[in-house]
């Protein structure tokens, strides 16, 4: 079965600092690989994708993700971090067959410090 | 167009009563799911929809039932609810099942004593 590991709980970064936060994910195929962001009381919105091609993706915000398969990470990056991206970041996999039934890891929560 | 939507937002229930969730899409999307959330366990797949009459489960069913008679329309129901269903439910949609962007609702947040 698929599973994904996001091995940080929470992490703190000072704002205009760079972020990395880590995603490892078991399947036995290539993977479909996503990070949602949810903000306090909201629902989630997908940041970037992953599902063949180029191994770095670009998203929204300004987020950046590169897939590593010899490493099954899917890390995501900002080389600036900004006040508003505090929130919960979730990476998740698709299915085979069926690319929409995501598994999701656990989350890391990000807090931004002045 | 409003997306997905979700009714109610809370909800307190007692052990033993039942309940539905609502949850909608304008977006004349084919597939939608439902998932909870749990402190510390991420999303779990409850159950999902490949479109209207077509339905199944996913990781954690137990407990709860869908049904899909039309395409904007996704209910949840808890037949006879229990404290282990505390929970955040959160439904998503997307075009199909092999679409790779979900919209997801503002969510409901359930609790049950």
């Known amino acids: 079965a698929q599973s994904v590991t996001q091995p940080d709980i929470h992490i703190t970064v000072s704002e205009g600092a760079s972020l990395e936060l880590r995603c490892n994910y078991s399947y036995g195929a290539t993977p479909y690989l996503f990070w949602y962001v949810q903000s306090p009381g909201q629902g989630l919105q997908l940041l970037l994708k992953y599902f063949s091609g180029d191994t770095l993706v670009q998203g929204i915000k300004g987020f950046e993700a590169e897939f590593k398969r010899s490493q099954s990470s899917f890390n995501l990056r900002k080389p600036s971090v900004h006040w508003s991206d505090a929130a919960e970041y979730f990476c998740a996999v698709g299915s085979t067959g069926t690319a929409s039934k995501l598994t999701f890891g656990t989350g890391t929560r990000l807090q931004v410090t002045l | 167009n409003a997306g997905v939507t979700q009714t109610p937002k809370f909800q307190v229930l007692k052990t033993g009563q039942s309940m539905t969730l609502q949850c909608a899409q304008d977006?004349?999307?084919?597939?939608m799911s439902w998932y909870r959330q749990d402190p510390g366990m991420g999303l779990r797949l409850i159950h999902y929809?490949?479109?209207?009459?077509?339905?199944d489960q996913g990781e954690v069913p137990n407990g709860y039932n869908v049904s899909r008679s039309t395409t904007e329309d996704f209910p949840l129901r808890l037949l006879s609810a229990a404290p282990s269903q505390t929970s955040v439910y959160f439904c998503?949609?997307?075009?199909?099942?092999?679409?790779?962007?979900?919209?997801f609702g503002p969510g409901t947040r359930l609790t049950v004593t």
């Open positions: 929809s490949v479109g209207a009459g077509i339905t």
């Open positions: 977006m004349n999307h084919e597939y």
């Open positions: 998503a949609s997307s075009w199909t099942d092999q679409t790779y962007e979900q919209y």
